[in-house]
């Protein structure tokens, strides 16, 4: 039953999971922005 299978993963589990992929998210848009940045500089 794929229902169990959540039954067992504790709530903060998954709250930290939700938050590790926002920051996932947030660090990814700033390495994005700083490649951009850096692109527009003269090397």
């Known amino acids: 039953i794929p229902g169990a299978t959540?039954?067992?993963i504790p709530p903060?589990?998954?709250d930290?999971?939700?938050h590790f992929a926002e920051l996932q998210a947030e660090i990814t848009a700033f390495l994005h922005a700083?490649?951009?940045i850096r692109s527009l500089i003269p090397s």
């Open 12 to 14: 903060k589990a998954l």
């Open 34 to 36: 700083h490649a951009n």
């Open 6 to 8: 959540f039954a067992e």
């Open 16 to 18: 930290s999971a939700g």
